[in-house]
């Protein structure tokens, strides 16, 4: 089965996206994500110019040679700009495989291990209030699990606050936003936030809250603390995990269960998190983190040690990255969570899928491969246009993690 064309679609239908396509002589078609928000066209440009010139001719259905080959042949390893150029392969081939055989991918990957996904929404507000009336939206769409996050008062703007008319968007503008933020206001109001939810809506719904990689350990360690009472299913990203060993002072501060991983791109990103336990949730993508076949090989060996997925389902990663880490989360024995957020507009005129969503569990759909239909003639619509996520300074303008 030889490949016969690979290119590469750059596209803006609601925000910008980066869709491979593989043909196959035998006229089937894959697609994976390549989009990396912020720097797309360095992705587009590493397939285009280096990757798919060598797929042409090889043979489609050996998808472990194919990652074998891009990740070891290139000599350079890892990052994210080749990461996510070989899981756009990677999740192609998958594609073209479960096409071949006339099944949906999960069936490839061992079958369904569970009925339904369990997803988890976004609620923001820039006041509690506002919080408030969109975790009665989530709840009333039927959500288990909702993640929270609310505007820190005295800081003008804040991770993660949606627009009420629409789904949350960090990129904007073509030189980045910048940001203002103060740890200490966070420290304060996070706590307070996450009473307000429990003290209204009870404990019989995960609550879940990102600090966006903004804290010292210590600090984590006393958020974490501080959250306890409250129960989160899990505090996200609560330090900037490139210092592993870090988490060790977070996990002795606190039973607040820890969620990493989604700037990760290999399984050595996560090793020393995943062996030592000091993560309790790995949030690795499908899109950043070399495709299905890599990620699960991270959820095995998470496996081992009692941590469980929760992959990255942003809407900057695309309807085919949330369908590919639906076919791997219906499959996997130690599957946690998926983050749903949704896709701006008109993405769904572009990528018509198959995955659906009922009383707070998705589905990947059972059509052949990952059941997304990407209509390139109405991609060619949205021309690409350059976003960039925002700098976060701190009041004194020193630059902090955003
Ligand atoms: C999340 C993430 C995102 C990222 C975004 C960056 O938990 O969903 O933190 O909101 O900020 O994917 O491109
Ligand atoms: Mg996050």
Redesign the pocket.
Same mark, same amino acid.
């Given at each position: 089965m030889k490949i016969t064309d690979a290119r590469v679609v750059v596209s803006s239908p609601g925000r910008n996206y980066v869709t491979l396509v593989i043909e196959t002589e035998d006229g089937l078609t894959g697609v994976g994500d390549a989009t990396l928000?912020g720097r797309e066209l360095a992705v587009a440009a590493y397939l285009s110019e280096h990757l798919c010139p060598m797929l042409i001719g090889r043979d489609a259905r050996r998808i472990e040679d194919t990652w074998q080959y891009f990740y070891k042949g290139a000599y350079w390893r890892r990052g994210p700009v080749a990461m996510t150029a070989i899981a756009a392969i990677d999740v192609a081939l998958w594609d073209i495989k479960g096409k071949a055989a006339g099944m949906p991918v999960y069936e490839l990957l061992g079958g369904a291990a569970r009925d339904g996904v369990m997803v988890y929404g976004h609620a923001s507000g820039s006041t509690l209030e506002a919080l408030s009336a969109d975790f009665q939206a989530h709840l009333d769409l039927g959500y288990k699990a909702i993640r929270a996050q609310a505007a820190v008062p005295g800081l003008d703007k804040t991770y993660?606050i949606a627009p009420a008319d629409n789904i949350y968007e960090?990129a904007s503008g073509n030189v980045p936003q910048e940001d203002r933020w103060e740890t200490s206001a966070y420290l304060d109001f996070a706590p307070a936030m996450m009473r307000h939810l429990r003290d209204e809506f009870g404990y019989g719904v995960h609550l879940l809250h990102?600090v966006?990689h903004r804290l010292t350990p210590i600090e984590a360690g006393r958020l974490g603390a501080a959250l306890e009472p409250y129960r989160p299913f899990w505090m *996200?990203d609560p330090t900037p995990a490139e210092d592993q060993s870090a988490f060790r002072l977070l996990r002795s501060h606190t039973t607040t269960p820890v969620a990493v991983g989604?700037v990760f791109n290999s399984i050595w990103d996560c090793q020393q998190l995943i062996t030592e336990r000091l993560i309790d949730y790995i949030r690795t993508s499908v899109s950043h983190a070399g495709g299905i076949t890599h990620l699960r090989r991270i959820f095995s060996l998470a496996d081992l040690y009692g941590v469980r997925s929760g992959s990255?389902g942003?809407g900057?990663l695309s309807p085919v990255s949330l369908a590919a880490a639906l076919h791997v989360d219906l499959s996997i024995p130690n599957f946690g969570i998926q *983050?749903y957020?949704g896709h701006r507009e008109p993405a769904s005129k572009v990528f018509r899928t198959s995955y659906t969503f009922a009383d707070g569990y998705m589905h990947p759909g059972d059509a052949p491969g990952l059941g997304v239909e990407f209509d390139e003639e109405a991609a060619a619509a949205y021309p690409f246009d350059p976003k960039y996520?925002p700098i976060n300074r701190r009041l004194d303008g020193s630059v902090h993690d955003w």
């Open positions: 928000n993660g960090p990102d966006h *996200e989604e990255h942003a900057d *983050e957020m996520l």
